[in-house]
């Protein structure tokens, strides 16, 4: 049990990037503790160049859109409109009671399909 617990750790420690903080309770300062004033701080971060704050780009840089999602082609349209059309008939057969014992949604949605393909839906 101690192995475990011990390779669970290693594996977890392993898992954690470099300068992750420890998991530890914050604390507070103490009274001892020197207080440092709020302009003696260093900075962070280094301040941005001159830019169009407005739309968050900097001067030279242009912002490349987010890539578009595919349109469907007719297939996959069909394909999602008789998979609708099955799960609501399924759905309305189940709290009707009428889906014989043993049939599953995988056999269902199979002979569903091939009647809708046939009605040519």
Same mark, same amino acid.
């Given at each position: ?6 390779? @669970? ?10 300068? !992750?903080? !420890? @998991?530890?309770?914050?604390? #507070? ?16 971060? %280094? ?9 968050? #780009? #900097?001067?030279?840089? =242009?912002? =490349?859109?987010?890539?578009?999602? %595919? ?12 998979? #609708? ?18 049939? =599953? ?17």
């Amino acid at each position: 049990m101690k192995l475990r617990t011990v390779c @669970f750790c290693l594996a977890l420690a392993a898992t954690l990037p470099a300068g !992750a903080p !420890a @998991f530890a309770q914050a604390t #507070t300062p103490s009274s001892t503790t020197p207080a440092v004033p709020p302009a003696a701080k260093p900075a962070t971060a %280094p301040a941005k160049p001159a830019g169009d704050a407005a739309k968050g #780009t #900097t001067a030279g840089t =242009t912002a =490349t859109p987010a890539p578009a999602k %595919p349109a469907q082609s007719p297939a996959q349209a069909a394909l999602h409109q008789r998979q #609708t059309t099955c799960g609501a008939e399924w759905r309305t057969a189940k709290e009707a009671g009428k889906i014989p014992a043993g049939q =599953t949604w995988p056999k269902y949605w199979s002979a569903c399909n091939t009647r809708l393909k046939a009605q040519g839906k």
